[in-house]
T-cell receptor, first 114, second 115 residues
């Protein structure tokens, strides 16, 4: 079945450092890809998405490019802030299914030191 | 106004008890979900309803029974609670499962602790 694999955490960085969180996927159809973020004590929120190959999703300084050849959707940010500390989830949705569902990766906890 | 609200936020109970978690969305969405998040933050879908009809039912013990009285509500009832049921349960909604944009709107979660 479809699945998402993302890098294990926790990831700890200093403020203004460059961030990469790796994500790869396995899917039989043509999935849409997403990054969700979960701040402490809250539910998940959509951060960005890409619906087809070579699309780049971006939001709040974060970016991710849908790479079909490497089945990847790595999350990047050039300069992280303390407020970016959260758990980040990579996810996919198979648009071809009549009962499509979103499948999440295991989450990567990010901590930013001031 | 909270888009997806679930109650209670915290629930502590004894093994063997029966409990319910309620969820309501005011976004006008057609599809609602229940997800379970374990202590390692792994998030797994349990159920999905579209316009009050069950469309996704993952491998979940039949002690878990969802009920959707209308498309704005999806409640989760759990019978004979076990220690392994301790988790955070998230309700979510989305606009349309057929033209799925992938954007789920989540509630704040209900933390269930079974003693």
């Amino acid at each position: 079945g479809d699945s998402v694999t993302q890098m294990e955490g926790p990831v700890t960085l200093s403020e203004e450092a460059f961030l990469t969180i790796n994500c790869t996927y396995t899917a039989t159809g043509y999935p849409s890809l997403f990054w969700y973020v979960q701040y402490p004590g809250e539910g998940l929120q959509l951060l960005l998405k890409a619906t087809k190959a070579d699309d780049k999703g971006s939001n709040k300084g974060f970016e991710a490019t849908y790479r079909k050849e490497t089945t990847s959707f790595h999350l990047e940010k050039g300069s992280v802030q303390v407020s970016d500390s959260a758990v980040y989830f990579c996810a996919l949705s198979d648009r071809g299914s009549s009962a499509s569902k979103i499948i999440f990766g295991s989450g990567t906890r990010l901590s930013i030191r001031p | 106004d909270t888009a997806v609200s679930q109650t209670p936020k915290y629930l502590v109970t004894q093994m063997g008890n029966d409990k319910s978690i309620k969820c309501e969305q005011n976004l006008g969405h057609d599809t609602m979900y229940w997800y379970k998040q374990d202590s390692k933050k792994f998030l797994k879908i349990m159920f999905s309803y579209n316009n009050k009809e069950l469309i996704i039912n993952e491998t979940v013990p039949n002690r878990f029974s969802p009920k959707s009285p209308d498309k704005a509500h999806l409640n989760l009832h759990i019978n004979s609670l076990e220690l392994g049921d301790s988790a955070v349960y998230f309700c979510a909604s989305s606009q349309d499962v057929g033209h799925h944009t992938g954007e789920l709107f989540f509630g704040e979660g209900s933390r269930l602790t079974v003693l």
